[in-house]
């Protein structure tokens, strides 16, 4: 693909969110972020925080999308769509055109090969849809779980596949970029999405995966209070064990996640996160077990073997559990392991 | 009078229109709208007080943090909570990483591509403009991309992910660092002073932070008016007017940045007057914000944000943006680096303001040289840290009260106000950066900062978005969804 000319043409748009998936895109691993773009065949059309095209050459471009003279392969919209107040869309105006957003994006995703929701307030409404939902906020293809959203839940895009929904508050720079090249190298289908129309290579995992914490996990070891080493799902509300997605194999800004700098997976890929109906760091339980199990377990069983391993728990991982460094270190023997 | 509607106006975070009336080729007036709501505000009404820590990072994603700590302090306000030196510390490490990528992403990614437009294609700088900050195609711009992505690792560890980190509570930071971790920690800052030294200023950081008056900094430019990206710059302003072009309102509000422990501030706060060269001491009490031209209710006339309303009425006449117009003491006020730099008595800051007023051209600069003058304090945080000791105490919140958390973001200062009843969050009021600079007229009529800066702007035979315009919008950094949130 390397000198030939990009052909997949990528318009991204925002709207009733923070920009925070675009800021968060430009942090993707690669020395080179417009380079890797132009390898993978990507012609991005215009993007709003980094393209120069501003005012009536915008405008220009948009509505030849919409006559069809311009072909649009993937529609990127970022944030959720504002249908209030009283359904007009008044909420969000395109700037300069005195229409609002929303009819904007009914009437490119008609065009578009691809609909793509950057992030879970275009997913969902996520973060905007959170308290009454004043701004009657939603996704493109979904509030919260229900299928509807502003584009209706018989929607499918030229292509034939529903809005891909790359959730995630906010979304890995990574999820995007291998979804957008997935799509531009034609090797996606409505299989590599899950349920909730999110790409599986990340929705099939679950944060627990691979998460740091995974011995104070196993011995039930739990942290207490912020910036505590233990496990966070016995107290801290942390749902990682529920979550689908690979923050813990593949990391934020280089090595992070939310888990390994010491706070609770809210679930921020999850339709619905922003009202857990708890507070977000504070585990809710019944009988003093949490309501929140982990995926594919029996309570009995998580009963049983939580007991069983509290008692069993080394002094060294109790102790460190309510600590912020380690406070036991491992022993070094004088023995080969066996 | 020929009415020119502005908009979309991209390259700034979120959403933003500008009407401008023009008479001569000039900007005779303008009115500037924030075209979205959110309502973070009323979402935020009966959430428990904790809870204020997930949602308000999500107002801004290019200045989350900034949200975080704001929230933060208002929490330890409403507790009584005393971080401790390591949380101190950290905190003000976060949020200078998160300052200094606005900064960075500003000047190559937001600025800097606008003197690559066709419209100036006849200045002899045009070609090496092009070359270095086209987007996506120019070296320095993709350099700098680049630059931001490695820095950002810093937040990796410290704070998890970026943007919407949730590792800032009142009582410090849930990431503890380590004697190892802090030399790595350490190294990546100077991977980052590598780059500003070789690519942006191609000076040492000390040595930028030491240029003292106009006449330093001019016998610097002629020494190579091309070479590094500062002096790139100051060779095109010199070329282009930006001296003179977009004066703000004259007044300049910080509310101090980075608090060290114990007490004072790395940069201290203050209200500058231009025109009397002299320094007052902030008084938040005196702030209000007036609804008069937003779509908001403006009932009981101007209110201080601790008896703020936000109730959104789209219908209501004369209104023309969603954004309030605060004031102090009745006055339009700028914020950003150049009043960081300005009440922290920069010697350069002062003496360009004193000759040229708050501009284009001395914007740029003052966000500029903080890059320069904070690096080196980032240092010095790492080697304060003392591992072994509390980074994190836990809060206790009251179920009644009220608590306010100032701070200073990339663009400015940024205020939180919260109420607390029973428990709940009653209510919880925002004062944006640009909520100040891209103010509304108030009751009075009085155009805010970017009304004001935009009057006198040149507009050229057959433009439809003038690029003068856009020069002056951009210098302020502007962030409308932290604006409106």
Request: proline share 6%; net charge neutral.
């Amino acid at each position: 693909m390397s000198g030939a000319t990009p052909a997949f043409n990528v318009l991204w748009l925002q709207s009733g969110g923070c920009g925070g998936c675009s800021m968060s895109l430009l942090c993707a691993d690669t020395t080179d972020f417009h380079g890797q773009l132009r390898q993978a065949g990507i012609n991005l059309l215009w993007h709003p925080s980094i393209s120069l095209q501003s005012g009536r050459e915008l405008v220009d471009m948009l509505q030849a999308i919409v006559d069809g003279q311009l072909r649009l392969d993937a529609l990127c919209i970022e944030g959720a769509l504002l249908r209030g107040p009283h359904g007009t869309g008044r909420f969000h105006m395109l700037a300069g055109t005195g229409i609002p957003m929303t009819h904007w994006v009914q009437q490119l995703a008609a065009q578009a090969r691809h609909v793509v929701a950057v992030g879970s307030c275009a997913a969902w409404g996520g973060i905007t849809a959170a308290g009454d939902n004043l701004t009657d906020a939603c996704g493109l293809q979904y509030l919260d779980a229900t299928p509807g959203g502003l584009l209706g839940a018989a929607f499918r895009s030229r292509s034939g596949l529903p809005v891909i929904n790359i959730a995630g508050c906010p979304t890995h720079p990574s999820w995007v970029l291998d979804s957008l090249m997935a799509l531009a190298a034609n090797g996606f289908t409505e299989a590599d999405l899950d349920t909730l129309g999110r790409p599986r290579f990340y929705a099939d995992q679950l944060v627990h995966h691979g998460c740091t914490r995974n011995e104070y996990y196993e011995y039930k070891a739990s942290a207490e209070k912020p910036s505590d080493l233990g496990c966070m799902m016995e107290h801290m509300g942390c749902k990682g064990t529920q979550v689908h997605a690979d923050c813990n194999t593949r990391l934020w800004n280089g090595e992070g996640s939310c888990t390994r700098a010491g706070y609770a997976c809210i679930a921020c890929t999850e339709p619905g996160f922003q009202e857990p109906g708890h507070p977000f760091h504070e585990t809710p339980k019944f009988a003093g077990i949490p309501i929140g199990l982990p995926t594919d377990m029996p309570k009995a069983w998580f009963v049983a073997l939580a007991s069983l391993s509290k008692s069993a728990t080394p002094k060294r991982v109790k102790v460190n559990a309510v600590a912020d460094h380690l406070v036991v270190k491992p022993v070094a023997r004088k023995t080969t392991l066996k | 009078m020929p009415r020119l509607l502005v908009g979309p106006f991209n390259r700034v975070e979120g959403d933003l229109e500008v009407t401008l009336d023009v008479q001569q080729g000039r900007v005779a007036s303008a009115h500037v709208n924030s075209t979205m709501y959110r309502g973070f505000e009323q979402i935020l009404q009966d959430k428990q007080p904790h809870d204020a820590l997930v949602f308000v990072p999500r107002i801004c994603g290019i200045c989350s943090v900034s949200q975080s700590v704001a929230a933060a302090r208002a929490l330890a306000d409403l507790g009584s909570i005393e971080v401790p030196p390591n949380g101190q510390i950290v905190t003000n490490f976060i949020l200078a990483t998160e300052n200094l990528a606005d900064h960075l992403m500003h000047f190559y990614v937001f600025f800097m591509p606008d003197f690559t437009h066709a419209s100036y294609a006849r200045h002899a700088w045009h070609g090496e403009a092009v070359a270095r900050f086209a987007p996506q195609t120019g070296s320095q711009t993709r350099a700098a991309t680049a630059a931001r992505q490695r820095w950002f690792t810093l937040l990796g560890t410290l704070a998890g992910k970026w943007p919407h980190t949730q590792c800032i509570e009142p009582g410090g930071s849930t990431r503890a660092v380590d004697a190892a971790e802090r030399i790595r920690l350490l190294a990546k800052v100077r991977e980052f002073r590598g780059f500003l030294e070789s690519q942006l200023f191609a000076a040492p950081l000390e040595f930028i932070s030491s240029l003292d008056s106009e006449a330093a900094l001019l016998r610097w430019l002629a020494e190579d008016p091309l070479k590094g990206d500062l002096r790139m710059f100051l060779t095109l302003a010199q070329d282009t007017g930006l001296r003179h072009l977009g004066p703000g309102p004259g007044r300049y509000l910080s509310y101090g940045a980075y608090p060290q422990p114990g007490a004072g501030f790395a940069f201290a706060p203050g209200v500058w007057h231009a025109a009397t060269q002299t320094l007052n001491a902030v008084d938040a009490q005196a702030i209000r914000e007036d609804a008069t031209h937003a779509w908001l209710s403006d009932s009981g006339g101007p209110r201080h944000p601790i008896q703020g309303i936000t109730q959104p009425e789209p219908d209501k006449p004369a209104a023309y943006t969603w954004n309030k117009a605060p004031r102090l003491d009745g006055a339009v006020l700028e914020t950003g680096a150049i009043a960081r730099q300005l009440a922290s008595a920069h010697p350069l800051v002062r003496e360009l303001v004193g000759s040229y007023g708050g501009t284009v051209f001395t914007r740029v600069v003052a966000r500029l040289l903080e890059l320069a003058r904070v690096v080196p304090l980032m240092e010095q945080w790492l080697m304060q840290l003392r591992p072994g000791e509390a980074f994190c105490v836990p809060a206790q919140l009251p179920s009644e009260g009220t608590g306010v958390g100032l701070s200073e973001a990339a663009r400015g200062s940024l205020g939180h106000w919260m109420t607390v009843q029973g428990g709940r969050i009653a209510s919880y009021q925002i004062v944006a950066p640009t909520t100040w600079n891209f103010s509304p007229r108030d009751a009075a009529g009085t155009p805010g900062a970017l009304e004001q800066a935009l009057v006198g702007a040149p507009v050229l035979e057959g433009e439809t978005t003038p690029v003068a315009v856009q020069h002056i919008v951009r210098s302020f950094d502007p962030c409308m969804v932290c604006t409106v949130h």
